[in-house]
């Protein structure tokens, strides 16, 4: 698959019918803070320039990907049951070229496939979702052994920066005393957050051993990524799988 060399294509031991891909900020339209490639069409971004990123983005894909409206919480919906509009934070397929997709601008994408290729999935991991179980939920609905399943750690916010308050860091650990080791104290009420490290964590808790990816840090990368923490107005990445029948 022949991608814009700024986007990145994952790293992971998915098999050869398997294809997936993440935008960076680079190779669309769109100007100003949502400079280039936004896909985001609730940031106040021109519609116009969010169309044709949109159609630069369709070139590389099968079909129309199946964007979800999110928010922040654990549904996950599989294609079948898909409609414009729907909100979830997760989407799973088991038919080939049914492109999954979620957006980000530091929350975590995970992406997830099946050893056997024959159901793939992505989920949107931001910390809500992650301490509401979008993971465990996901891999439910993939209907497959987690130990058969593979899980790739898209760009999110990185462990140095990711500052949080002590409603998160007790969520967490009142939920898995062993989440302490991923919050660093950063101050009064404050705690570093390793949001790679709680989904590392939870998905081995859950079966799934095969994890990769987790080494970007979307605050700090000013140059590749979007980071609405870091600019507080800022445009929307995105993390596309899908399934073919024949290595593309």
Not at 171 to 199: I, M
Request: glycine residues 8%.
């Amino acid at each position: 698959m022949k991608l814009p060399a700024e986007w990145l294509m994952p790293d992971w031991d998915a098999p050869p019918t398997v294809n997936s891909f993440i935008t960076t900020r680079h190779g669309g339209v769109s100007k100003g803070v949502y400079s280039s490639m936004n896909l985001g069409t609730r940031v106040e971004d021109d519609p116009e320039a969010v169309r044709c990123n949109r159609s630069i983005v369709n070139r590389h894909l099968p079909a129309t990907p199946l964007w979800l409206q999110q928010v922040h919480g654990s549904r996950v919906v599989d294609s079948s049951e898909w409609q414009p509009g729907i909100e979830a934070d997760a989407i799973v397929t088991r038919d080939c070229d049914r492109v999954c997709v979620i957006m980000m601008a530091d929350c975590l994408p995970v992406l997830f496939c099946s050893n056997t290729s024959t159901v793939v999935a992505a989920a949107h991991a931001g910390w809500r979702g992650l301490a509401a179980g979008v993971l465990e939920n996901t891999i439910v609905a993939m209907q497959a052994p987690p130990a058969s399943m593979n899980a790739y750690l898209g760009p999110a916010i990185g462990a140095s920066v990711f500052e949080v308050g002590d409603d998160v860091y007790e969520r967490f650990c009142r939920q898995d005393e062993t989440a302490r080791a991923s919050f660093v104290v950063h101050g009064p009420g404050k705690w570093l957050c390793d949001l790679y490290a709680l989904a590392r964590a939870r998905l081995q808790r859950a079966g799934v051993a095969r994890v990769w990816g987790g080494e970007y840090c979307t605050y700090s990368d000013t140059t590749r990524f979007f980071s609405h923490r870091r600019d507080r107005v800022s445009g929307r990445m995105a993390a596309f799988i899908w399934r073919s029948e024949a290595v593309t």
